[in-house]
C-alpha cells in the first residue's frame, strides 16, 4: 500500500486556477445539475483523491460515476445514481473550483 501511494503523489500535478476549463466537466470544476423530472438541484466538485469528501459534495475525479461525467457540457443530460439522487439530469452550471 505504500508503494502505491509513493506511486500516486510521484504522478501527482497541482492544477491552478487557470488550468481548469469551465466549458465541460473537468478536474477542478463545480457542477450544478438539474433533476429533469422534480428540478431537484445537486451539485458536485471533481478534484483529486486526496480531497475527496462527499459529505460535502466533493468528489475523486477517478471514480467512476466522475468517469462518466468527464467531458459533459451544459446542457447534457446524464443518468447516474448519486448517494442523495437517482435519475435523469441536466447539467445547469460548471464553475471553476479552485477560484
Do not use: C
Not at 501527482?12 to 433533476?35: K, L, N, P, Y
Not at 451539485?43 to 475527496?52: C, Q, R, V
Not at 460535502?56 to 477517478?62: E, Q, T
Request: charge should be negative.
Amino acid at each position: 500500500r505504500l508503494a502505491q501511494m509513493n506511486s500516486e503523489v510521484a504522478m501527482a500535478e497541482i492544477i491552478t486556477a487557470g488550468q481548469v476549463r469551465t466549458d465541460q466537466i473537468g478536474i477542478g470544476t463545480s457542477v450544478a445539475f438539474i433533476h429533469v423530472d422534480t428540478a431537484q438541484r445537486v451539485e458536485m466538485t471533481f478534484l483529486g483523491p486526496w480531497d475527496a469528501d462527499h459529505s460535502k459534495g466533493i468528489y475523486n475525479y477517478k471514480a467512476p460515476l466522475s468517469q462518466t461525467l468527464m467531458g459533459k457540457q451544459i446542457g447534457d443530460e446524464v443518468q447516474f445514481e448519486h448517494d442523495a439522487a437517482n435519475g435523469t439530469f441536466k447539467i445547469a452550471e460548471i464553475h471553476n473550483a479552485l477560484n
